[in-house]
């Protein structure tokens, strides 16, 4: 099975090594973070004393960092010119386009085939291999990816060029916010009115209003399926993430002229639930301030 050099073993990139080791790989990790690295070894990685030492000699290569700042610094000075040219590079982080597209031209202009390959699904499928990946990158470098990034998730798209699985993601997300927060809203003035939450779910997942914010991820404990709203709004995907992905999606609207006003309107409402304290909560939880806010007029 061929090695594969892991960099970032965080709460995603940890459950995703280890399913690449389940696979039989041997997987190479570093991490600047002493706790993941010992996570890792527990998972089965061997543990690299640098990022260069994790990649060298590495057949495929995994990021999964923060943010754009630090996928660039890991390629430009470990990974590239280090890794062999024969290796696939797939950075699966959630990063702004732009960076994304400049890293892998750097890499291909290095002979390298590399994609950007961001993740849908939280911790959980991390660990249980039920990521999606969306996919950006040429046919040759998709066409590499893809074994690697089917033993870490049950659904991988080809969303397009270089960054194309940057943008897909972010306009996913961008969806995802603001029509949670438009559910949120929408179950505030419902009972307001007078309706039953219940009986208005049950309407309205017959009716055209129905999305997956309501219907698979009710914010509201105690209607519709079980969701992190029924655990006090613990688990599921953090506020402060959804807020960083609204502020990928409007640097790139403004990046290409595109008019986005709801995008705009979830970002400040989730950038207001954050400074209130709502940012390690489930993004559901800002039902929470929008039902304050709405009784504080
Ligand atoms: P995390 O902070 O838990 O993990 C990131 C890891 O990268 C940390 O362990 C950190 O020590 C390490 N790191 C940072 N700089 C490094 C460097 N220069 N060299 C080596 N290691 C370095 O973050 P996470 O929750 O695992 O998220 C990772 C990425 O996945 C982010 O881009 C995030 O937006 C995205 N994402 C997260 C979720 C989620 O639910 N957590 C879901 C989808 C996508």
New binding site residues.
Partial sequence: MPRVGF????????GMAANLVKAGHEVRA????E??LVRAEQNGCTRAAS?VEAVEDAEAVV?????GK?VR??YET?ILGTAPSSAILMD????DVATAREVIGKAEAADYRMADA??????A??EAGT?TFMVGGNDKAFAAARPFLEQMGKTVIHAGGPGAGQAA?ICNNMLLGASMAETCETFVLAQKLGLDPQTFFDIAAKASGQCWSMTTYCPLPGVGPVTPADRDYEG???AA?ML??LKLAMEAAESVNAYTPMGAEAETLYARFAERGGAGKDFSAIIKMIDDSWTAR
Avoid: Q, R, Y
Avoid at 7 to 14: D, P, Q, T, Y
Avoid at 30 to 33: G, Q
């Fill in positions: 960099i970032g073993l965080g709460n995603m990139g940890s570093f991490d600047l973070s706790d993941a990022a990021t999964m960092l923060p943010a630090h610094e890991v470990s699966c982080s959630t990063i961001p993740v849908s699904g939280g911790i499928a991390a990521l993601k599921g995907f953090a993430l960083k992905d």
